[in-house]
């Protein structure tokens, strides 16, 4: 694992949970011209920022992925948004399988079989801007209107299982009124801080710069950012969750996935050691566990 540069590790907040966070990797000569770009001409960075953090990385499919997703049903969503591709297996009432921020359906695939098997029909989709699906910029509010776009097209949904930012997305579409019966959360986060502090942290931007970034990206999206994170909507959720996070993530911290799951109304914590951010999503006991609390 690589250090952390000491300017960018100096930005991030001290004796909080992004402490142990890796933050957004960039030159550092970007990260200096962006800061003399703040200062000179604040609106247009702003602009550039939010391009920035809008804009997910591409992750490949991995060979095992891809293999499972050839022996699902391959569906577009073309009404109601951008074009959305998805895979689906099985018979039976509807787990969506729902994957994070820079991610794609195949990191939900280890999830596949032992859901069939359970009884369920599985049915992941590459969320906007992600995988086989249209989009450039997205957010928050673009994955949970896709989630709720396919969740019209495989009614009854009666259980969900999502990784990282898709379990706040998650959260989001079940607080605007889609209905769940159960939910496993994978590594979720409880505020939106850490990704900000990430950001902020690795590409060098100002108060006044993230000031105006936000301001013109809660127009953009039509909401306000307060009291939309999954920790201000869970006292409201009633749906039964599990939270599966592991001790040592880098990329979300447990405490978030801990802090979720104390003001989640009656959800249940399993800690992980080893498995970091990633891995969780094929660990064995892991899926046997959200599976188990699914067909409950």
């Known amino acids: 694992m690589e250090p952390i540069d000491g300017a960018i590790a100096g930005a991030l907040p001290r004796n909080s949970t992004t402490d142990r966070l890796r933050p957004v990797r960039v030159p550092p000569w970007f990260r200096a011209g962006f800061r003399m770009a703040g200062a000179v001409a604040p609106g247009a960075a702003a602009l550039l920022a939010q391009r920035l953090f809008f804009t997910p990385p591409r992750t490949p499919v991995r060979a095992e992925e891809r293999e499972v997703l050839a022996r699902g049903e391959r569906f577009e969503l073309t009404v109601g948004g951008p074009r959305l591709v998805g895979h689906a297996w099985g018979e039976g009432p509807t787990v969506l399988l729902v994957h994070g921020w820079g991610g794609h359906s195949g990191q939900m695939t ?56 898709g379990a706040a997305a998650s959260a989001y579409a079940m607080s605007r009124g889609l209905a769940v019966g159960r939910a496993v959360f994978f590594a979720p986060p409880a505020r939106f801080d850490s990704f900000w502090a990430r950001f902020r942290a690795g590409v060098g931007v100002s108060d006044r710069v993230w000031g105006r970034l936000l301001r ?54 399993r800690r992980t050691e080893g498995l970091g951010h990633l891995r969780i999503l094929r660990d064995g006991p892991s899926i046997a566990a959200a599976v188990q609390f699914l067909a409950r």
């Open 216 to 269: 013109t990206a809660e127009s953009w999206l039509g909401v306000r950012f307060d009291g939309i994170a999954p920790i201000d909507l869970a006292p409201r959720l009633a749906v039964p969750l599990l939270v599966l996070h592991d001790a040592g993530d880098r990329e979300m911290a447990f405490a978030e996935g801990a802090e979720l799951a104390r003001r989640w109304p009656g959800a249940t914590l």
């Open 110 to 165: 280890a999830l596949v079989d032992p859901m069939v098997a359970a009884g369920f029909r599985a049915v992941a989709i590459d969320l906007p801007g992600h995988g086989e699906s249209a989009g450039g910029m997205s957010s928050l509010v673009h994955f949970a209107a896709a989630l709720e776009r396919a969740a019209a097209l495989w009614k009854p949904v009666q259980a969900l299982a999502a990784h990282s930012f």
